[in-house]
């Protein structure tokens, strides 16, 4: 598997983006994540889905603003944020956990193997 992370760019505080992480296999048997990495410091679980989609899960630093979303037949994950904050800013990545679950999200980055290159989101003030 194969991921494409895009969508990322600059965004005025309040603002809106939308990213797109396009896989290169099938991935409808797979759970899902998007993490971030902002500069100097580690890197963070965001969003998760499970592999069919009905089941959800955010980090609280974005709950209410970010929705997380799959298209199993495009085989696309997608992220969608709203009311940007400057402390969005960071590097943003889409992994796959070679796993199904039926609702539990797994929020550590060891238990995603498939990784894309990451977007760059920078919200300014």
């Known amino acids: 598997v194969q991921l494409q992370a895009s969508g990322g760019g600059l965004v005025q505080a309040g603002g809106s983006l939308r990213l797109t992480c396009a896989a290169s296999?099938?991935?409808?048997?797979?759970?899902m994540g998007w993490f971030r990495q902002a500069p100097g410091k580690e890197r963070e679980f965001v969003a998760g889905?499970?592999?069919?989609?009905?089941?959800?899960y955010y980090a609280d630093s974005v709950k209410g603003r970010f929705a997380i979303s799959r298209d199993n037949a495009k085989n696309t994950a997608y992220l969608q944020m709203n009311s940007l904050k400057p402390e969005d800013t960071a590097i943003y990545y889409c992994?796959?956990?070679?796993?199904?679950?039926?609702?539990?999200?797994?929020?550590?980055?060891?238990?995603?193997?498939?990784w894309g290159q990451g977007t760059q989101v920078t919200v300014s003030s």
């Open positions: 296999g099938r991935i409808r048997s797979y759970d």
């Open positions: 889905i499970n592999w069919s989609g009905s089941s959800t």
């Open positions: 992994a796959v956990r070679e796993g199904y679950s039926a609702s539990y999200i797994y929020t550590g980055d060891r238990e995603y193997r498939y």
